[in-house]
């Protein structure tokens, strides 16, 4: 799956986008995060389940 996105990138953006208006609908108590509070945090390198794509390029030649 994750080739197809690598494949298609507006998939990939709409796709992104869709999920975090989802998700930024629910409420943690009194703070609703939004859609892009939930990009960043889906897309932060500092989190665990997060991939950042200057990661897996590996070393530089």
Request: aromatic residues 10%; without cysteine.
């Given at each position: ?10 998939v990939t953006v709409f796709a ?46």
């Amino acid at each position: 799956m994750g080739q197809f996105f690598a494949d298609n990138p507006w998939v990939t953006v709409f796709a992104v986008i869709a999920l975090g208006a989802l998700l930024g609908l629910v409420r943690f108590g009194p703070v609703r995060l939004g859609a892009a509070g939930v990009r960043v945090l889906l897309t932060n390198p500092a989190w665990p389940g997060a991939r950042s794509g200057a990661a897996q390029d590996g070393p530089a030649a």
